[in-house]
């Protein structure tokens, strides 16, 4: 007991402001996930009861305390405030205390230890700051798209864009701010010269694609899917998927190309790009890699099937994962997340029957995506520790999977 107090108190303020800009997030994520699906801006009206329509003060809206304040009821006509915006809050509050918990309060060489915990606490919080807060924005952006997929089997784009600029900003701002420390590997896979040509010729071929987009040169995919859904569906049964997986691969082909010609000029280059350049690229090269699979997937299966067999939100939210986390994690969160839905799919079957007469409802891809994701940053040791009992001599025992993959060149 005494070991753990002296473990866990010198991060009790670091640990109480990490989970109320949590709680902040959270408030924030409850307001997002209802109006920007419905279109509407995310600042006006400002919050008030949805009943009597009585604006609510400062002190009224912070998170959490203001429910409690309130005892779950509006100040002015007392009906109840459901509990779940107070859940939110509460989770959003959580996932950034865990994170701050495994990178600065966990042992660097415990067992946590291949959550990163050695290159946060070597640099400390304020020098590794840009690459803490574009993590932990990324947990509040899964959990804001979680909402609104369950809601409305869509994700919108600002909660997969918001982070991937976000994480490239940040990884190129810790490139500048961070030395390499030689024994200390870099949070994310550091992209070597090839991978750089790779990241800046792809990068060029996705301004071309949106260019030609803008222009009408190439049209978008699935323009008219809204003249398909019958009244009261939240889907539609589209019966031309196949025609528009050619319009995306029209749209990808700049990228691919320009890529593959990145890649082999960056083969003759023999000098070591700056650490910031490295940082960017890797960041750019998760969001490649990332997005690049789950199109492939979703490209190669509506193909075959002739439905639409994944949304462009799952391929956005994989490829915002990246551009924070680098390449390594979003592949191993694809192979995690069909875990969670045959998961759910137990647990609704179960559920089913233990109490009959209950409907099951399918629930969107992306929920079972970003758990994983959460899963990986959070428990990365029990994934490792999974997958050595899985798929023994591939992950070398007692070694940070991460420290073998990031070593600064």
Same mark, same amino acid.
């Given at each position: 007991?005494?070991?753990?107090?002296?473990?866990?108190?010198?991060?009790?303020?670091?640990?109480?402001?990490?989970?109320?800009?949590?709680?902040?997030?959270?408030?924030?994520?409850?307001?997002?996930?209802?109006?920007?699906?419905?279109?509407?801006?995310?600042?006006?009206?400002?919050?008030?009861?949805?009943?009597?329509?009585?604006?609510?003060?400062?002190?009224?809206?912070?998170?959490?305390?203001?429910?409690?304040?309130?005892?779950?009821?509006?100040?002015?006509?007392?009906?109840?405030?459901?509990?779940?915006?107070?859940?939110?809050?509460?989770?959003?509050?959580?996932?950034?205390?865990?994170?701050?918990?495994?990178?600065?309060?966990?042992?660097?060489?415990?067992?946590?230890?291949?959550?990163?915990?050695?290159?946060?606490?070597?640099?400390?919080?304020?020098?590794?700051?840009?690459?803490?807060?574009?993590?932990?924005?990324?947990?509040?952006?899964?959990?804001?798209?979680?909402?609104?997929?369950?809601?409305?089997?869509?994700?919108?784009?600002?909660?997969?864009?918001?982070?991937?600029?976000?994480?490239?900003?940040?990884?190129?701002?810790?490139?500048?701010?961070?030395?390499?420390?030689?024994?200390?590997?870099?949070?994310?896979?550091?992209?070597?010269?090839?991978?750089?040509?790779?990241?800046?010729?792809?990068?060029?071929?996705?301004?071309?694609?949106?260019?030609?987009?803008?222009?009408?040169?190439?049209?978008?995919?699935?323009?008219?899917?809204?003249?398909?859904?019958?009244?009261?569906?939240?889907?539609?049964?589209?019966?031309?998927?196949?025609?528009?997986?050619?319009?995306?691969?029209?749209? *990808? @082909?700049?990228? !691919? &190309?320009?890529? #593959?010609?990145?890649?082999?000029?960056?083969?003759?280059?023999?000098?070591? =790009?700056? $650490?910031?350049?490295?940082?960017?690229?890797?960041?750019?090269?998760?969001?490649?890699?990332?997005?690049?699979?789950?199109?492939?997937?979703?490209?190669?299966?509506?193909?075959?099937?002739?439905?639409?067999?994944?949304?462009?939100?799952?391929?956005?939210?994989?490829?915002?994962?990246?551009?924070?986390?680098?390449?390594?994690?979003?592949?191993?969160?694809?192979?995690?997340?069909?875990?969670?839905?045959?998961?759910?799919?137990?647990?609704?079957?179960?559920?089913?029957?233990?109490?009959?007469?209950?409907?099951?409802?399918?629930?969107?891809?992306?929920?079972?995506?970003? *758990? @994983?994701?959460? !899963? &990986?940053?959070? #428990?990365?040791?029990?994934?490792?520790?999974?997958?050595?009992?899985?798929? =023994?001599? $591939?992950?070398?025992?007692?070694?940070?999977?991460?420290?073998?993959?990031?070593?600064?060149?």
């Amino acid at each position: 007991m005494t070991d753990l107090l002296q473990l866990w108190l010198p991060h009790l303020i670091g640990l109480g402001f990490v989970f109320a800009l949590g709680g902040c997030v959270g408030s924030f994520v409850n307001v997002t996930s209802l109006r920007i699906p419905e279109g509407m801006s995310v600042v006006a009206p400002p919050s008030r009861c949805p009943i009597c329509g009585r604006r609510l003060t400062w002190y009224q809206n912070l998170p959490i305390l203001g429910w409690i304040f309130a005892r779950g009821r509006c100040w002015s006509c007392r009906s109840v405030i459901p509990f779940r915006y107070v859940a939110i809050e509460l989770i959003a509050g959580g996932l950034f205390a865990a994170y701050y918990a495994v990178v600065f309060v966990a042992s660097p060489s415990g067992w946590w230890a291949p959550g990163g915990a050695a290159w946060f606490q070597s640099n400390g919080f304020l020098t590794t700051l840009p690459a803490f807060l574009a993590v932990v924005f990324l947990l509040g952006s899964l959990l804001a798209a979680t909402l609104t997929d369950l809601r409305s089997f869509t994700i919108p784009l600002a909660f997969t864009l918001t982070p991937t600029v976000l994480g490239l900003g940040a990884w190129t701002i810790q490139g500048l701010m961070t030395p390499s420390r030689i024994g200390i590997p870099w949070p994310i896979p550091l992209a070597g010269p090839a991978t750089c040509g790779l990241v800046i010729g792809a990068g060029i071929g996705v301004l071309i694609a949106l260019f030609l987009l803008w222009r009408g040169a190439i049209t978008r995919s699935f323009g008219d899917y809204h003249e398909h859904i019958k009244d009261g569906e939240l889907l539609a049964d589209y019966p031309h998927a196949r025609r528009e997986m050619v319009r995306e691969l029209v749209f *990808l @082909a700049p990228i !691919v &190309v320009l890529g #593959l010609l990145g890649w082999l000029a960056g083969l003759s280059v023999s000098v070591t =790009p700056p $650490l910031f350049v490295q940082s960017l690229c890797s960041a750019g090269f998760g969001y490649l890699v990332a997005a690049g699979m789950m199109w492939l997937v979703r490209v190669v299966a509506t193909s075959i099937k002739g439905i639409e067999a994944m949304g462009m939100g799952d391929v956005h939210l994989m490829g915002a994962a990246g551009a924070v986390l680098g390449w390594v994690d979003p592949v191993i969160a694809f192979f995690l997340a069909p875990f969670s839905g045959l998961g759910w799919i137990a647990i609704s079957g179960l559920w089913g029957a233990v109490r009959p007469g209950t409907s099951r409802r399918e629930i969107p891809y992306g929920p079972h995506l970003a *758990l @994983a994701i959460v !899963v &990986v940053v959070l #428990l990365r040791p029990l994934v490792m520790d999974g997958g050595r009992l899985l798929f =023994p001599g $591939l992950i070398p025992a007692k070694t940070s999977l991460q420290g073998g993959l990031h070593k600064v060149k």
